[in-house]
C-alpha cells in the first residue's frame, strides 16, 4: 500500500524506530525491495537517485515504484 511518509514518521517518532530507506533504479530492484518489506512484514521508503532520474526519467521511476506500491502488502513511501 502506498502511503505518505508523515504516516510513518508519526508511529516512528511516538514507538522511537526507525524506517529502512532503499534506492532503486529500476522494476526488478523495485520489485525485490517491496518483496522484503511484505516477506519481513516491515513498512519501508523506496527512494531514488538523480542518476536514475537522468536515465530511466522521472515518470518512468514514479509509475514502477507507485504501481508496485499500490499493491504491496506492507506500507511502502516513494520518497
Not at 21 to 36: K, P
Amino acid at each position: 500500500m502506498l502511503v505518505h511518509i508523515k504516516e510513518l514518521f508519526k508511529e516512528g517518532v511516538t514507538e522511537k524506530f526507525a524506517y529502512p530507506a532503499f534506492n532503486t533504479q529500476n522494476l526488478e530492484t523495485t520489485l525485490g525491495i517491496i518483496r522484503a518489506g511484505e516477506e519481513l512484514d516491515v513498512p519501508l521508503i523506496v527512494a531514488t537517485t538523480e542518476g536514475t532520474i537522468s536515465y530511466a526519467g522521472l515518470e518512468t521511476i514514479f509509475d514502477i515504484v507507485a504501481t508496485l506500491a499500490r499493491k504491496a502488502k506492507s506500507p511502502v513511501v516513494l520518497h
